[in-house]
């Protein structure tokens, strides 16, 4: 079983930043391709960027595109969201999940793992 422990969710007007965290246990870490997502109250949870398990080739939504960056630091056994310019319509949990391979997608159901999320929250 593979834990995933999201951090660094908060309240942050409008055009500042958040970084999140994601810290992965109990399998090998590099082993997994790792996927953001969220969800915005009473909608479905959507993709937001995806990087592969050596930290090369992230993608990302259209709507985040230019202001998130993912990384990840396979030494740490964590992957983070670096948040830039946040808008209000940013505002939903945002959620870390793991998929076993080389690559993650943009679908839910690709994932193994996921968090229990963090929530942000933009302010206009």
């Known amino acids: 079983q593979v834990q995933l422990v999201e951090s660094g969710g908060g309240l942050v007007q409008a055009g500042g930043s958040l970084r999140l965290s994601c810290a992965v246990s109990?399998?090998?870490?590099?082993?997994?391709?790792m996927g953001w997502f969220r969800q915005a109250p009473g909608k479905e949870r959507e993709f937001v960027g995806s990087i592969s398990r050596t930290g090369r080739t992230p993608i990302y939504a259209d709507s985040v595109k230019g202001r998130f960056t993912i990384s990840r630091d396979n030494a740490k056994n964590t992957t983070y969201l670096q948040m830039n310019n946040l808008k209000p319509e940013d505002t939903a949990v945002y959620y870390c999940?793991?998929?076993?391979?080389?690559?993650?997608?943009?679908?839910?159901?690709?994932?193994?793992?996921w968090g229990q999320g963090t929530q942000v929250t933009v302010s206009s």
């Open positions: 109990g399998r090998t870490f590099s082993n997994y391709a």
């Open positions: 999940a793991a998929r076993f391979g080389d690559y993650g997608g943009r679908r839910r159901e690709l994932y193994d793992f």
